[in-house]
């Protein structure tokens, strides 16, 4: 267990150099002027782009510039933001909402997604299996504006069941809706998942022994189909948690919410390049922490990597 | 049952027993049923495909919006770009079923001629994927070792980015922004999935026998590989690169609704939506449109993937 | 043998049952229909299957794959697997009709009246829960324990199924056992609640024999003391004539024979038993005789001399480092050391085969023979240059191996081919029979499409399968045709010698008999040398004329076959030897 724990942590390593790398060099590395370049097609207020130079180390090399903002990350500096508010602040007021919104969203598929999937598997070939699997199919099929936007319109504004944008309270009310349409999408995955992880195991032989100890099907489809099927469920659901606040952008974005994704898409649309790298950087981290829990919580749940 | 031939422990039941041997005819042991017609393993595939309604509308769904693509100008005599304010916001009348934009635009038109750069885009990343991850993973899963833990690594950074952050970075300092640039960013972010999957199925075949049978005849490890690893490692790269194609397709306008996709002076579909979403409550239509045809067409690849894999999955064929 | 069983009657689920009737059947199936549903048609798994099983005995049914015996078995205990049914015939278990019985009625007699020891030991148990757990499970579920005494009674009972340590055993998992612990663990869940029929699915044919002799002898014990029945289903005559008094053979969902064990095995009398009792390798006494063996050493030279005759046409220079006269293959003072990936920082070292020595006569077959991790198969891979050598040497036809270059060692391919085990992994199944068969000649670049087409042709011909059959493919075909594909591939480049690994393990008895028949006579026809990997000394008395036994890298007797049967001087071969299942048989005319 412990040398499985290392053993993660240290193939994090390079992962983090690489990936922070990667998104810097992305930025810095192309060819053109990287700062007008992150202005999109907006010239620069006068002195911005000095102050930007100066900020980014452009005079340095450029291995010095990386281990500078990898510096900045690993003590959360992120520089300033275009309005002139440190960007650490932008994402301490952000991230609270974000995480409130993806609990729902994974709430949403965890509930659903396990409790259709269950019944689909256990009727495999039938009519219910048979239609959730072209829902499922349809939901994963649509992009996820596509459903926000529907959403919106028809519950928000025809039907007025939920509120159709958040205000500035943000209360678990107005996060419902956008909490739904964050986890539409992966809801269907997870679906889908646990109907074909279900109808695996169903017919395992360590399934047919356990009925054949004289044990009731309830229990044999509790303890022995669904505890073995809902591993690959549950590693599943903690990586979405990382790509849930990536997801946060269109979904914040469209409901107005002033969460991470939607500081995000707002600095998108406006073309604040510098506020865009630091998020996107510390999403990716969430993204890595995320899916190292994962890990940790598989050894957890299997047994057979716990020695590995 | 017939008389017992022999009765030495006459306990009931357990008489002794021998079948006329007419009545089970002793066939010549494991000989050749020369009459049925020869079925490779594609070609199974293909039968079973042949039967499946998933399979029939979703590659006629897919037929048509190709013809789309390549040939607008079959479908409707309009241009995308003949607006005339004059049309805002009208509804559907004869020679225009849709109605027009807040800018008078045909909706139908724009409708059709959005198809073609989300179809490029789709179809370029997704040979760019295939390409470039299904080299990295065969190479990694059949040469394994010290290669394979340096192209495994290489893939987890790529991996450790989500796509849709990736792109948004990388197209924020792109400069073009066709449909070939999209493509290219999303390969970027997008092959170390097909890499895993390939590298995924080239380990499994590579334990087979057939592989080592290979080996000892001669064969370089290279055609090896080429001739035997990669061709059965296909299926699940099949199955995930069309399931893709259509991720792709909708990844595309997901950026152009963000305004860092596709250049706004070309007709897509997500550009399209972008622009209609402040009318969303006066002119729902104007969204809706172009909003079914983006996903129609991403259903019908992600439903012609989920009936390729019914047909390639030896063990889902079993079911 | 010593058995764990506690004495008192005082423990739960301990009562001898006194109002037992035994001239009454425990079990009586009569005239079993059971059918799968496939593609929108029926397919009949078993039609007409009648067998009784009486208390306290232990009857087994005997087929091979496909004979309907596990259906019939699991159709029992009403667990018919996917789309099958019961279409007609009775199940009548201690005289009451079951074989329509609801899934209440079933749940209650499952466990507690008819308990199930399956076949994979691997695949049975439940991965991600204790073995303690899961026996427990076995006694609340039929209400012979619960709580701490539940946890106290599946300690006794992994210990009476001979489990060592067995209280702290219960705390482990299921990977962390061995295949044995796995099997015995399976049979103290099938019989924790004293079940009155055990259901054993062919219970150890995954197991090593020494293993499966150990845990027969077990399960026999156990099963008689405490006089539960037990219906047995193997695919091995040798074993159900040396465990069950009566025996049902099974072939194409019907019953072919049936009668007292013995009766049927000494004096079969349908055509299928006779060839049944004829192809067992463990019942059957003598080498596969078809050719004269003077005759046949004799090709084998000339065979050896048109193929240094071809390497030096094609190579030049073919120096031999030592004169190895008759040995085709001499391997001195092989070893093999694996580094194995451990969770520590260095790796662990695992000396796979250690320092063996043997040849292999010219035109003669030379076995190997050992249970799993013996090296026996790590010996293979060297002696075919696939696996480097850690020390010690291969010479072939008396050229050291690890002296080839690129193009010697592209030469040697042509004149040793393996043929492997799995029939299903053995063919390229994206390539067509007849690209599987000339794919050798287009690699060594040996004539052009048409002559290349003759060869295949007459190769199939050789391994007696129609010409038509290159059109194939192999999902088409059976495991023994497969095989027979795997052979002439193997023959498309005249090699000298085949290194066949467990080539005929996975294949049904008949087939098996058949596949080793051929073999024999390319033996003869083509004066080939085999070497000959197997864990089945049975296979060993019908094709080989010397022996290597294996045990943990070591070799630990070479002999002649007829030496090794006869007069085994180690304690690990007589071991082996007693094992073979119904060895001391003694078989009628």
Known sequence: MVWYVGRRLLQMVPVFFGATLLIYAMVFLLPGDPIRALFGERPPPPGVLEQIRAEYNLDKPFIVQYLLYVKGILTLDFGTAFTGRPVVELMANAFPVTIRLALIALAVEAVFGIGFGLIAGLRRGGFFDATVLIVSLIVIAIPIFVIGFVAQFVIGLKLELLPATVGQEESWRQLLLPGIVLGATSFAYVLRLTRNSVADNLSADHVRTATA????????????????????????LGTDLGALMAGAIVTEGIFNVNGVGGTLYQAVIRGQGTTVVSFVTVLVMVYLLASLLVDLLYAVLDPRIRYA | MPEPLQSKTPRRGQERYVAPPDETPL?????????????????????????????????????????????????????????????????????????????????????????????LVGVLATLGTVLIGGTVGALAGFFGGRLDSLLSRVADIFFAIPLILGAIVLMQVSEGRTSLTVAMVLTVFGWPQVARIMRGAVLEVRQAEFITASRALGSSSMSTMLRHAIPNALSPVIVIATVSLGIYIATEATLSFLGIGLHPSIVSWGGDISAAQNQLRVAPQVLLYPAAALSLTVLSFIMLGDAVRDALDPKGRKR | MSHAVPAGSDRPGWVQRTDRDDTQPLLDVRDLHVTFRSNGRDVPAVQGASLTVYPGQTVAVVGESGSGKSTSAMAVMGLLPGTGRVTSGQILFEGKDIARAGQREMMALRGKSIGLVPQDPMSNLNPVWTIGYQVREALIANGVASGAAAKRRAAELLEEAGLADA????????????????????????????????????????????????????????????????????????????????????????????????????????????????????????????????????????????AHARVEAADGVHAPVADTGHDVIRVENLTKVFTLRGSGVRGEQLKAVDDVSFSVRRGTTMAIVGESGSGKSTVAQMVLNLLPITSGRVLFDGVDLTKLDKRQRFDFRRRVQPIFQNPYGSLDPTYSIYRSIE????????????????????LLDKVSLPTSTMRRFPNELS???????????????????????????????????????????LQA????????????????????DDVCVMQKGRLVEAATTDEVFANPRQAYTRQLLDAIPGGSIALGA
């Open chain 3, 479 to 521: 495991g023994g045709q497969r095989q027979r594909v795997a052979i002439a591939r193997a023959l498309a480049l005249q090699p000298e010698v085949l290194v066949c690994d467990e080539a005929v393990s996975a294949l049904d008895v008949l087939v098996q008999a058949q596949i080793l028949t051929l073999l024999n006579d």
């Open chain 3, 439 to 458: 794919e050798p000649l287009r690699v060594h670049k040996v004539g052009d499409a048409k002559s290349r087409e003759a060869r295949v042709r007459d």
């Open chain 3, 167 to 306: 209280e702290r055993r219960t705390k482990q998992y299921p990977h962390e056992f061995s295949g044995g612990m796995r099997q015995r663990t399976l049979i103290a869940i099938g019989l924790a609640a004293r079940p009155r029929l055990l259901i054993a699915d062919e219970p150890t044919s995954a197991l090593d024999v020494t293993v499966q002799r150990q845990i027969l002898d077990h399960l026999d014990g156990l099963t008689r003391e405490l006089g539960t029945a037990v219906l047995l289903i193997t695919h091995d005559l040798g074993l159900a004539a040396e465990r069950a008094e009566h025996i049902v053979v099974m072939y194409k969902g019907r019953v072919a024979e049936s009668g007292p064990a013995l009766e049927v095995l000494q004096d079969p009398q349908h055509p299928y038993t006779k060839r049944l009792v004829q192809a067992a390798p463990s019942l059957s006494s003598r080498r596969i005789t078809s050719a004269v063996r003077s005759e046949v050493l004799e090709r084998a030279e000339r065979a050896a001399e048109e």
């Open chain 3, 525 to 544: 026809q083509l004066g080939l040398s085999y070497l000959f990997i197997t864990h089945d000394l049975g296979v060993v008395r019908q094709i080989a």
């Open chain 1, 213 to 236: 100890k004289g044990l009731s099907r309830p229990r044999v489809v509790s303890v022995h189909v669904l505890r073995n099927s809902l591993i690959p469920v549950v590693t599943f």
């Open chain 2, 27 to 119: 066939q010549a042991t494991d000989s050749l049923d020369e009459t049925a017609p020869p079925a490779s393993l594609w070609g199974d595939a293909w039968r079973q495909l042949r039967t499946r309604p998933l399979f029939l509308i979703s590659s006629a769904l897919i037929l048509l919006v190709i013809t789309v693509a390549v040939a607008p100008g079959l479908f409707t005599d309009q241009g995308p770009r003949d607006c005339d304010l004059a049309n805002t916001m009208q509804g559907p009348r004869a020679g225009h079923p849709l109605g027009f934009t807040q800018l008078g635009c045909d909706i139908y038109a724009r409708v059709i001629y959005g198809a073609r750069p989300s179809v």
